[in-house]
């Protein structure tokens, strides 16, 4: 789910991120991967064992993830996105690389921040990252708002359907992005040997790996968004949590963008602490506004993604990040 900020607060370090990150209190209980080659070997048919396929540079412009594969042969800058449901190019890149429309398509939405928009389907010869062929070669056709958005040569999203088909490992403090094949079994870990928490996730119709959370003392489902810039709450969600609609108003406004141009208004506001997995965070400051979220209510951005390496396992429906 592709979201910034716009106009005056577009800066996000102009938001107090940063003392969001700095002041938070990790109380993370750690797991390790140590010896991991042969305490977990390769378990034929049993989805068990971390097998490494290829890795990529992962670029940042404007706190985005950003990567380049292959459509048709030729290249393609992508958005790294695990929030949106399908992989996107715009009708401009479509066109370049040649792509095709199915003998049977399927009408699909695009749905964005506050609505939806419909996309066309095309079919890719060949689709591949790191050299890592992607089994599903159906992407959409949108006029998502990327180049707006970023001011750079975008050409689309890489959604959840494309990363979905790996165990995928994003370290974004490193720059890069390794693919592994998906591990099913629920001993499942990642190929890390530094120390990380485990969070046990559910997985949703739109590939969304979601998990509770407990924001000020509230039961709450989020999940990882690496399209959006900063953390975000439904208003909906906030409201239910005590924060009023009078309290909202004295809270620092903002306007988000969404791929699909749309505007919406949103307040900045600080709760007392944001509990994920066993990791605690104090007086984090949110985004919240009103996201329609299907899978969740609150989203968790690059602002807290871009100092932590994550491994998302679709398969065995478990997120290691680590501390």
Request: some cysteine; charged content about 20%.
């Amino acid at each position: 789910m592709l979201l910034c900020l716009h106009g005056a607060a577009a800066n996000v370090t102009s938001l107090p991120m940063k003392r969001w990150l700095s002041n938070a209190i990790l109380t993370t209980l750690l797991g390790s991967a140590v010896v991991y080659a042969a305490e977990h070997p390769v378990a034929g048919g049993r989805g068990c064992g971390a097998v490494r396929l290829g890795q990529t540079t992962v670029a940042t412009l404007r706190n985005a993830p950003i990567v380049t594969l292959s459509a048709n042969g030729a290249p393609v800058t992508l958005v790294i996105d695990t929030g949106a449901q399908g992989t996107i190019l715009t009708p401009a890149v479509a066109q370049r690389i040649g792509a095709q429309r199915p003998r049977i398509e399927f009408q699909r939405q695009l749905r964005g921040i506050a609505g939806s928009l419909p996309t066309d389907e095309v079919e890719l010869r060949s689709f591949t990252i790191g050299g890592v062929a992607i089994p599903w070669r159906r992407v959409r056709v949108a006029p998502v708002n990327v180049a707006s958005v970023f001011s750079g040569p975008l050409d689309g999203v890489l959604g959840a359907d494309s990363l979905s088909s790996f165990d995928v490992d994003l370290d974004l403090p490193d720059h890069r992005m390794v693919l592994y094949e998906k591990q099913t079994c629920p001993s499942a870990v990642p190929a890390w040997p530094q120390p990380y928490a485990t969070i046990s996730a559910g997985r949703s119709l739109g590939d969304h790996l979601f998990f509770p959370v407990q924001l000020d003392g509230r039961r709450t489902d989020a999940f990882i968004d690496t399209g959006s810039q900063f953390t975000v709450l439904s208003t909906r969600a906030a409201l239910a949590m005590g924060v009023t609609a009078a309290v909202l108003e004295r809270d620092r406004a903002v306007t988000v963008l969404g791929a699909a141009a749309e505007r919406l208004t949103a307040r900045v506001h600080r709760f007392s602490r944001l509990e994920i997995g066993t990791e605690i965070l104090r007086n984090p400051e949110i985004i919240v506004t009103d996201v329609r979220l299907s899978d969740a209510d609150l989203v968790l951005g690059i602002d807290f993604l871009r100092s932590r390496r994550i491994w998302l396992s679709y398969g065995s429906q478990q997120i290691f990040i680590t501390h």
